[in-house]
């Protein structure tokens, strides 16, 4: 729907430029703010429809113009550059920033609450936590193989093989080295101490969320998948229905279609990655155990191995669980796995 009035504000971390489209798309005006007049402008300014790109602190600047009663859109960066026209600087950005929001055709994201921000930090800091606890004992792995212990991949068999090295008397380990290799050791447990305390914290925000509750009893969904899943959807309203909810996160095959002639390729792989191989993941863990069960979604996903390969199964039921979330949260129901 064509929007007769939209101002176009670009974000930056000091100086903001704003351009401000009359009805006939024309610039009707354009300012250069400091950060400190941003507020303060916009709080003198009749209630206005205030078009961003969704980036840092975009949300933020949507919570505040939105408590001044204004109406805030969150325009998805990659759709605006095709109203980019001329040079790239400021003005142009904040002009093609209120073009795409003009233009109506666009999904925008939603605003996300304190609360929301608060779980994708959790998730943000836990991941951040993993990775650094992986690269320790990968580290851990490459040093020793250098003084010839090979230990198997998999931070459990390090925890396990690590001490069991440094207790040997071997020439190949120094005083030196042994000491090294015990602080590493004492901070890969430091590491594992960490990501229990972020896991800790996301069992229990589940167990108090009436949303990520529904969503735990989803086939591989867990605490931690039911929580980002919850961060990321939030009412599930941006969507009208659940297959959008898959594509947004590119779980859904790559179309290329010319002539009238179809062809399917790979998933898109858009949207949140992090979330995306957080069901993939889950997803593969029931794959794996749906041999000899006789369930309907059992035998759905044995026919997938047989005739498309495990991958493909995999990918597909993670397609199908996140559908299934979208109608959890949006409609507020319970799952209810099909009986044989």
């Not at 004492?186 to 990501?195: F, H, M, S």
């Amino acid at each position: 729907m064509f929007k007769t009035s939209v101002t176009g504000l670009d974000l930056a971390k000091n100086i903001f430029h704003l351009v401000k489209l009359s009805s006939k798309a024309n610039r009707a005006t354009h300012k250069r703010l400091r950060r400190s007049q941003v507020a303060n402008y916009f709080a003198n300014m009749a209630p206005t429809h205030i078009a961003m790109e969704a980036c840092g602190s975009s949300y933020y600047w949507a919570r505040l113009l939105q408590s001044q009663g204004h109406q805030v859109e969150l325009i998805p960066p990659q759709h605006v550059k095709a109203y980019l026209r001329g040079q790239k600087n400021d003005y142009n950005d904040a002009q093609a920033i209120a073009e795409a929001c003009q233009h109506g055709q666009i999904r925008p994201v939603p605003v996300k609450t304190v609360a929301q921000q608060d779980e994708q930090m959790l998730h943000r800091i836990r991941e951040q936590v993993v990775r650094d606890r992986t690269a320790l004992a990968n580290q851990l792995r490459g040093l020793l193989s250098e003084r010839g212990f090979t230990i198997p991949t998999g931070i459990a068999s390090v925890r396990r093989r690590v001490p069991e090295i440094l207790s040997m008397d071997n020439t190949e380990l120094s005083p030196l080295g042994r000491r090294l290799l015990s602080r590493q050791y004492q901070r890969l447990l430091e590491l594992d101490a960490e990501v229990e305390w972020y896991e800790q914290q996301l069992r229990a925000q589940v167990k108090l969320d009436d949303v990520c509750r529904r969503l735990a009893e989803l086939p591989g969904f867990g605490p931690v998948v039911s929580s980002a899943y919850k961060s990321w959807i939030g009412q599930g309203t941006q969507f009208t229905r659940g297959r959008d909810a898959s594509a947004a996160l590119g779980l859904v095959p790559r179309q290329h279609t010319t002539g009238g002639k179809p062809r399917l390729g790979c998933i898109t792989k858009r949207g949140d990655k992090y979330l995306r191989s957080l069901i993939i993941h889950g997803a593969r863990a029931v794959v794996q155990h749906s041999d000899g069960k006789s369930d309907p979604l059992s035998q759905w996903i044995n026919r997938l191995k047989g005739t498309r390969g495990v991958n493909k199964a995999t990918v597909a039921l993670a397609n199908k669980l996140c559908r299934i979330a979208w109608v959890l949260v949006t409609r507020a129901e319970r799952y209810q796995p099909i009986s044989a």
